[in-house]
């Protein structure tokens, strides 16, 4: 019998190593990144934490209302209501914070990655597997790195959410803009478009319901992933669960569960609503001081 | 002076690597030649003509001839292969980028079959875009754009969504966009294609009229021989990428170049939907087989034929007979000419009208139509086709030219 060992292929060690050699040499770089979205997170939280709590709702629920409708901005104002009621408004605060923070950078890195793959087929061709890798691999690896990087606190949770939360804007804006049809960008191009312009005025807006599909994607990723975050000092409501599950508190724990559905809720219907083409209070509103300038414009016409 | 737009050997083939393609082209490989052995397509082959300023110049032929391809290769959506395509005077093929946004944002402008109307925009926005590519003011800009839809009869749909738009008010948005643009060249692919007849009808006119008005130069797109005959100052009638004649509409119905363009202009529609049995005629004089070559000669010379067909029992059709067959019979006082009968050309009755061409090409003499059961029906002649097709029109249409 043949018996021969294969010598094992060392993947995990040269990421390891990988991983080493950037903080070896870049780690003042890192340093930067960390105190850069240290002190944004830390305003923001700050910021929100020194409205009174009361009126802070009342202008989340008036932004549902403007988003969304009526309905919606009345559950939202009665979840928030609940979760200050539990005592849970600051660990909110600060997991919102987390998340709108790194949906934001994923959405930065995430929309024009989107874009310049459909500009070139060779980044198409490498992005895809790296788009699967990532989002495929069990979030909780991501930890690794981020504290290596990082260390102990909100900025590696940032990190590890971003990693996590990017590849669905990427994919959806991909999707997106190779689905304008072809004869609307040859019109652009037909009536003197540059490529910026057919981009701009053609594929942007008529991709946008996919593009909001993966900013809705990304945010809901962006939360269940903050809760695994608060293992390496995230904190917010993930700490909170965290620690009900270490002390099999079932009441904290639930509490904890209830307040981080409500602001998936919340988040998930307004991202949702915005570019889903349903009129909106906002949309309204909009469309009402449109038409007031275009009546003014055509009297002006008419007077002439 | 210099025409408004020049083609010179406009050869345009699609796909990358095109160089042995065109050496094949060049050794005058045919279009499917090309295709089977290097698997790219020949969109237009050797184009050559002038389109003269404030022209109305139709290009027409049958789907896949290469219309939109040549058109597009007018406003450099498409680089010719090779050859050269000159708007006043300058090489649409060398210019740069910015020169060729320039041309298309100034100069050149089109409209499209399918419309191309951007849903997430209202009308007005729509009719502006060409504008706001061009950086103009967004008051400015709706102002003219407003001028534009007033002048196609869009005046209270300005804030309206595509949407809410029947497909000949779409084509009427299309219209203004390309219009307000005022440039002096207006690149239509087949804009009224998706459009019923009778909307159709008054949108030529419309074109027509608003042509006396803004005399543009216009380069119109179609596969329809009524709507070219109608609009164009000259017609050119492509095939397989080809031009196969270029001209008014009566030097073209007057003096076909070729076979293909009077099977073009007799067949194009009527083909479609008339079978043989339905055009063919009864021939004015026949012979039945039990009749004598005395008779058979006499009805020849009677009708000034050389020929006849002849019928057995229950019109079934027994093949034909040739003055120069029968003469010697007569000569001989035989009156019977069963044994000179000679097999006929025929073709069945539901043999389709385009079928029916390449028949009558390959035979000297009428054709016969029979049924199903060998029945004779009547005749087909090489003049028959062009009687169809007048009596079918009733007299309008060409005649109105
Ligand atoms: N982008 C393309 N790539 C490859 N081949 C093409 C492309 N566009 C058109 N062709 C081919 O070129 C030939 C001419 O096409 P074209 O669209 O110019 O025809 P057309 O006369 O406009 O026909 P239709 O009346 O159907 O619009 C066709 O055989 C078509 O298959
Ligand atoms: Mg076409």
Redesign the pocket.
């Known amino acids: 019998m043949l018996n021969f060992s294969l010598p094992k292929l060392e993947i995990g060690e040269a990421i390891e190593w990988l991983v080493r050699w950037i903080i070896a040499n870049l780690s003042v770089i890192f340093d930067v990144i960390k105190n850069i979205l240290n002190s944004i997170t830390g305003a923001l939280n700050d910021g929100l934490l020194a409205i009174p709590t009361i009126i802070l709702i009342i202008i989340f629920a008036l932004g549902v209302w403007l988003l969304t409708s009526k309905t919606t901005a009345l559950l939202s104002f009665t979840g928030l209501v609940l979760i200050w009621n539990i005592g849970l408004w600051p660990q909110m605060i600060s997991t919102l914070v987390l998340v709108v923070v790194s949906v934001v950078i994923a959405l930065l890195i995430g929309i024009p990655t989107g874009i310049l793959m459909t500009r070139s087929s060779k980044l198409e061709t490498a992005m895809r597997p790296v788009l699967d890798f990532m989002q495929t691999m069990p979030p909780f690896v991501y930890l690794i790195p981020a504290v290596m990087l990082f260390g102990i606190g909100v900025v590696p949770g940032l990190f590890a959410t971003i990693i996590f939360a990017v590849p669905p804007p990427v994919r959806l804006t991909y999707l997106g803009i190779t689905q304008v049809p072809e004869d609307m960008k040859e019109m652009a191009v037909a009536f003197g478009a540059s490529d910026r312009q057919v981009l701009r005025k053609v594929e942007l807006p008529l991709s946008l319901p996919s593009i909001m599909t993966g900013v809705n994607q990304c945010i809901m990723l962006g939360i269940s992933m903050v809760v695994i975050a608060s293992m390496i000092g995230a904190g917010g409501l993930g700490a909170e669960v965290m620690r009900a599950v270490n002390r099999l508190d079932l009441a904290h724990g639930f509490e904890s569960g209830l307040a981080i559905v409500v602001l998936a809720i919340v988040l998930d219907r307004v991202s949702r609503n915005i570019g889903s083409g349903k009129t909106t209070p906002a949309g309204r509103i909009i469309e009402y001081l449109k038409k007031h300038r275009k009546a003014k414009l055509e009297s002006r016409v008419s007077q002439i | 002076m210099t025409a408004k737009i020049e083609a010179k050997n406009l050869v345009k083939i699609?796909?990358n690597n095109t160089g042995e393609a065109l050496e094949l082209f060049n050794q005058g490989y045919s279009r499917s030649e090309i295709l089977k052995q290097t698997g790219l397509?020949l969109?237009v082959a050797g184009a050559n003509f002038e389109v003269a300023e404030g022209e109305i110049f139709v290009l027409i032929?049958l789907?896949?001839?290469?219309?939109?391809?040549l058109l597009r290769c007018i406003n450099g959506l498409l680089m010719p292969t090779s050859g050269s395509l000159l708007v006043d005077g300058n090489a649409v093929e060398k210019m740069g980028g910015k020169e060729l946004r320039r041309l298309r944002g100034e100069r050149i402008s089109m409209v499209f079959q399918h419309f191309a109307i951007l849903p997430n925009r209202n009308i007005i926005d729509n009719v502006a875009f060409g504008l706001e590519l061009r950086g103009v003011e967004r008051e400015a800009r709706w102002a003219e754009a407003s001028e534009a839809l007033d002048s196609v009869g869009l005046g209270d749909w300005k804030n309206k969504m595509p949407q809410e738009l029947s497909g000949g008010m779409k084509q009427r948005v299309g219209l203004a966009r390309a219009l307000v643009m005022e440039s002096d060249i207006l690149l239509m692919d087949?804009p009224f294609g998706a459009l019923d007849a009778l909307i159709r009808a008054e949108m030529q006119e419309e074109l027509l009229t608003l042509q006396r008005e803004i005399k543009k130069t216009v380069v119109f797109?179609t596969?329809d021989l009524d709507e070219a005959l109608r609009l164009g100052d000259r017609i050119a009638i492509?095939r397989d990428?080809a031009i196969e004649q270029i001209g008014t509409a009566d030097e073209i119905l007057a003096e076909p170049a070729n076979e293909y363009v009077e099977q073009f202009l007799t067949g194009i529609d009527v083909s479609k939907i008339l079978d043989a049995a339905s055009i063919s005629k009864w021939p004015r004089e026949l012979v039945r087989d039990s009749e004598s070559v005395s008779v058979a000669l006499h009805r020849m010379k009677k009708t000034d034929t050389d020929y006849l067909f002849v019928t057995g029992q229950r019109r079934k059709l027994v093949g034909m007979i040739t003055r120069d067959d029968l003469l010697p019979l007569s000569k001989k006082r035989q009156t019977s000419f069963k044994d000179v009968i000679r097999e006929a050309n025929t073709i069945p009755g539901d043999t389709i009208m385009r079928d029916v061409f390449p028949e009558l090409r390959h035979s000297e003499r009428a054709l016969a139509v029979v049924d199903e059961n060998g029945r004779f029906l009547g005749v087909i002649t090489h003049n028959t086709l062009v009687e169809s097709l007048d009596e079918r029109k009733g007299g309008d249409g060409i005649a109105e030219l």
């Open positions: 699609y796909g397509t969109g032929g789907s896949g001839s290469g219309k939109s391809t087949e797109v596969h492509m990428g």
